[in-house]
């Protein structure tokens, strides 16, 4: 796959069932980079597991896109809508690692963000050890952390770690972006 410049157009594309597969795997095969940089080893399970997407992509007002540039998939994200509340949950976001530091994360996240402008407040979660996530977050996109999950502050939402042999796979940060609707 070629890589993309600062310009290329980005934007979504509506997963379809069939493509689920497909998705799930570019979405392992993305976070798997980070995983093993970390811990220095492939992982014996993909991460997230197929369990964790499958769940992600049947939740109620779930939505998959595919991120596109000039036509290209080179990303994805599943979101959660609530139309009743505003608040909305990122589920999983990802770009290629092919196509990364060229601008399309936040352009893909921009489009999201257009693609639901009566959202009142976007929630999401990253592992601690995902500096490069965190400054995407906080620092690109506007978020900020309000809580961190760890043993004693467990995730209400998620029962299972990452399974990564790691005493500290729990911990995760959630972020918010409040949209600045009242």
């Known amino acids: 796959m070629p890589t993309l410049?600062?310009?290329?157009?980005?934007t979504l594309l509506t997963a379809q069932p069939s493509s689920f597969k497909e998705f799930t795997l570019?979405?392992?095969?993305?976070?798997?980079?980070?995983?093993?940089?970390?811990?220095?080893h492939p992982l014996d399970e993909p991460i997230p597991s197929?369990?964790?997407?499958?769940q992600s992509l049947s939740a109620p007002g779930s939505v998959a896109h595919w991120i596109m540039a000039n036509g290209e998939r080179?990303?994805?994200?599943?979101?959660?809508?609530?139309?009743?509340?505003?608040?909305?949950t990122l589920a999983f976001f990802f770009?290629?690692?092919?196509?990364?530091?060229r601008g399309l994360g936040l352009r893909?996240?921009?489009?999201?963000?257009?693609?639901?402008?009566?959202?009142?407040?976007?929630?999401?979660?990253?592992?601690?050890?995902?500096?490069?996530?965190?400054?995407?977050?906080?620092?690109?996109?506007?978020?900020?952390?309000?809580?961190?999950y760890n043993?004693?502050?467990?995730?209400?939402?998620?029962?299972?770690?990452?399974n990564l042999g790691e005493e500290d796979s729990d911990e995760m940060f959630r972020f918010e972006k409040n949209m600045g609707w009242p």
């Not at 921009?110 to 995407?136: D, G, L």
């Open 26 to 40: 570019a979405l392992q095969d993305s976070f798997s980079v980070a995983a093993i940089a970390e811990f220095g």
């Open 151 to 162: 043993k004693s502050n467990p995730d209400p939402h998620h029962q299972t770690g990452l």
């Open 50 to 54: 197929d369990d964790d997407v499958a």
């Open 95 to 101: 770009v290629s690692t092919k196509q990364q530091s």
């Open 108 to 148: 893909a996240w921009q489009a999201i963000e257009k693609a639901y402008p009566s959202t009142r407040v976007w929630e999401t979660v990253t592992p601690y050890f995902e500096k490069r996530n965190i400054h995407f977050y906080v620092n690109k996109c506007g978020f900020k952390i309000v809580e961190f």
């Open 5 to 10: 410049d600062e310009k290329a157009l980005v």
């Open 74 to 88: 080179v990303g994805g994200a599943v979101v959660s809508i609530d139309e009743k509340s505003g608040r909305n």
